[in-house]
């Protein structure tokens, strides 16, 4: 079983920037054979791919909507994903979730949802123009 809690949400303007993390506990039958990604759902909203990271080979992903002003990355030390948020506009209002897929090869990306088999609470963002 694998926990995962957010934090880093708040209220900026546009333009402004955050940082969220994403601290994990628990373990997979292989520790560092995952995929981590954050997605975003804003209300009435599907909830929607944003970034994505493999642990073990650090390979990264993100979404048309974010490339240039999301970047994901992870500190093993503290098993710790995160997600900079630059450039922030009043579209990316959401509450932003990590996710966990465990038993994911060295380098494979993953961006579907149905595909991620633990969710943090999340924690919500709100951007003002």
């Known amino acids: 079983q694998v926990q995962l809690v957010e934090s880093g949400g708040g209220l900026v303007q546009a333009g402004d920037s955050l940082r969220l993390s994403c601290a994990a506990s628990?373990?997979?039958?292989?520790?560092?054979?995952?995929?981590y990604s954050w997605f975003r759902q804003a209300p009435g909203k599907e909830r929607g791919f944003v970034a994505a990271?493999?642990?073990?080979?650090?390979?990264?992903a993100a979404a048309d909507s974010v490339k240039g002003r999301f970047t994901i990355s992870r500190d093993s030390s503290t098993n710790t994903v995160y997600l900079q948020m630059d450039s922030l506009k009043p579209e990316d209002t959401a509450v932003y979730y990590c996710?966990?897929?465990?038993?994911?090869?060295?380098?494979?990306?993953?961006?579907?949802?149905?595909?991620?088999?633990?969710w943090g609470q999340g924690t919500k963002v709100t951007v003002t123009s």
């Open positions: 628990g373990r997979t039958a292989s520790t560092y054979l995952r995929a």
């Open positions: 996710a966990v897929r465990r038993d994911t090869p060295s380098g494979e990306i993953v961006t579907s949802r149905s595909r991620y088999d633990y």
């Open positions: 990271i493999n642990w073990l080979g650090g390979s990264t």
